[in-house]
Antibody, heavy 119, light 106 residues
């Protein structure tokens, strides 16, 4: 069974750094891109970017480029999403999802990580 | 940037057919996916490549595309189908989601 297990909820102050994680299991990790999706409180889904675990190539939505970094450690099947300077507007649930092979959808999702940024 | 437009809400009676639309420029030239999200849960892929169902998704879920509009159809809607639904496409290596539609079954 394909599983994406995300790290736990975080509470941070504005300006702080943060890295959250997403660990894949039950499939060949390097064969599938992983994507990150943001959902602000009471709002819809927003695509942030994706990474190819086989070569660490990442690309981003213009809305998020320069504000977050997506990275991978394929030796332990983990993808990371990190911020170097959080803002209160980063308060949201962040989901990782697997990009399905041979198709354009996201076929398996993590349970989500709630990030709260407050002074 | 590319935009997808969905109605904010759709209502349907149990057992009836629900249709949720998603419109975007030249949408017919892209593959549309649909996701279901229930409160407090992660999204679930219910349709990919316009009209394909992942394994485990009930047959009552179907998708179609015509011109600039994609449609998710739920036949014989059940109360368990009450959820938010999002369409999604890829445009120039960027994934785009629609704003979401709240389906109410009453």
């Amino acid at each position: 069974e394909v599983q994406l297990l995300q790290s736990g909820a975080e509470v941070k102050k504005p300006g702080e750094s943060l890295r959250i994680s997403c660990q894949g299991a039950g499939y060949t990790f390097s064969n599938y891109w992983i994507t990150w999706v943001r959902q602000m409180p009471g709002k819809g889904l927003e695509w942030m970017g994706r990474i190819d675990p086989s070569d660490s190539y990442a690309d981003y939505s213009p809305s998020f480029e320069g504000h977050v970094t997506i990275s991978v450690d394929k030796s332990i099947s983990i993808v990371y999403l990190q911020w170097s300077g959080l803002q209160t507007s980063d308060t949201a649930i962040y989901y990782c999802a697997r990009v399905m092979g041979g198709g354009p959808g996201f076929d398996s999702w993590g349970q989500g990580t709630l990030v709260t940024v407050s002074s | 940037s590319y935009e997808l437009t969905q109605p904010p809400s759709v209502s349907v009676s149990p057992g009836q057919t629900a249709s949720i639309t998603c419109s975007g420029d030249k949408l017919g030239g892209k593959y549309t996916c649909w996701y279901q999200q229930k409160p407090g849960q992660s999204p679930v892929l219910v349709i990919y490549q316009d009209n394909e169902r992942p394994s485990g998704i009930p047959e009552r879920f179907s998708g179609s595309t015509s011109g600039n509009t994609a449609t998710l159809t739920i036949s014989g809607t059940q109360t368990m189908d009450e959820a938010d639904y999002y369409c999604q496409v890829w445009d120039s290596s960027t994934a785009v989601f629609g704003g979401g539609t709240k389906l109410t079954v009453l």
